[in-house]
């Protein structure tokens, strides 16, 4: 039940990784002088709480958080991705074959975080299953440097059945550490481009993934939670209620326990393209069988980059 429950709250969350080999790391890391800002400091956009308790009291619609009302230039200096400010991807979540609830991902725009540009996203699902007997609500944020696909800022919301827990995170690679401002706890990076949970799943997106190929990643901030391996395994056909669409299928493996555990059946599908939207996510559960979640409607984004995706 535990694990159930668990695996309800964490559906969305991929783990966190840096290819060693073959995958392009950007430009060094930034200087200390971008990272010298105190927190929120020169901040052109912040973390929005009254807009998460109106998201939590059940008015969590698209025209609340999407971004498309702001207009932003090209930036020259940000890195190629397939996603943008506004884009909003939304999906049912089912446990085996019964209806679990709800889900999205979202860029919800540029924020600076002591001056640097960063992608601000969001992760959010809510629902119950077993009769009600569980229920889940979770938010997760990550603030992801448009330059480098690093994290800058992580905050996980979570209220399951059982289980409820708040963290924050601060990133500051040139140091060297990470900051835990909810309990005010330091821990070293694991590396000079950290990702978080969230934000891997975006860095994913935009890295080529070839059939056959596997990949090895230490770009989790955490050390414990390297290496992760991607094995891309085929190309398929998935349909989903936002349509039917080619797909790349990927098979994450975290060193840690968990959901993506050695042994696990995980996959997650991407659309074969250069959007490389999420269609569809399936993780083996004990008796239920899986838990699954299906793409229901796209909202694209505005790239803020001037390049061309490389595949």
Do not use: C
């Not at 938010?139 to 919301?157: A, G, N, Q």
């Not at 040139?174 to 000079?192: K, M, P, R, S």
């Not at 990643?217 to 050390?223: D, E």
């Amino acid at each position: 039940m535990r694990r159930i429950s668990a695996a309800m709250g964490m559906a969305l969350m991929l783990g966190a990784v840096t290819p060693e080999l073959g995958v392009a790391q950007g430009p060094s890391v930034p200087s200390g002088a971008r990272l010298a800002d105190s927190l929120f400091v020169g901040d052109s956009l912040t973390y929005d709480s009254e807009r998460h308790r109106s998201a939590a009291a059940g008015m969590d619609l698209p025209e609340t958080h999407r971004a498309e009302m702001i207009s932003y230039e090209t930036d020259p200096f940000a890195a190629v991705v397939p996603f943008g400010p506004g884009e909003r991807l939304e999906y049912k979540v089912k446990l085996g074959f019964f209806n679990a609830g709800e889900a999205h991902m979202e860029v919800l725009g540029i924020d600076a975080v002591r001056g640097a540009p960063a992608y601000h996203v969001e992760v959010s699902m809510r629902g119950s299953t077993l009769f009600g007997l569980l229920k889940m609500d979770s938010h997760y944020e990550s603030w992801i440097d448009t330059e480098l696909m690093t994290s800058r800022r992580y905050i996980s919301d979570v209220s399951n059945t059982g289980h409820s827990s708040y963290r924050s995170f601060e990133f500051y690679p040139d140091e060297g550490y990470w900051d835990q401002t909810d309990e005010n706890v330091i821990g070293e990076l694991a590396t000079a481009l950290p990702l978080d949970d969230i934000s891997f799943m975006y860095f994913v997106r935009s890295i080529p993934l070839e059939v056959g190929q596997t990949y090895t990643y230490s770009r989790y901030f955490k050390k414990d939670g390297n290496p992760v391996v991607l094995e891309v395994l085929r190309r398929d056909v998935r349909e989903v209620p936002a349509g039917t669409f080619n797909t790349i299928v990927v098979r994450p493996t975290i060193k840690t326990s968990g959901l993506f555990d050695e042994g696990g059946d995980a996959e997650l599908h991407f659309t074969d393209d250069e959007n490389r939207y999420l269609v569809y996510m399936r993780i083996g559960m004990p008796v239920v069988g899986s838990i699954t979640l299906h793409l229901e409607s796209i909202v694209p984004g505005t790239p803020i980059h001037s390049g061309a995706a490389a595949w």
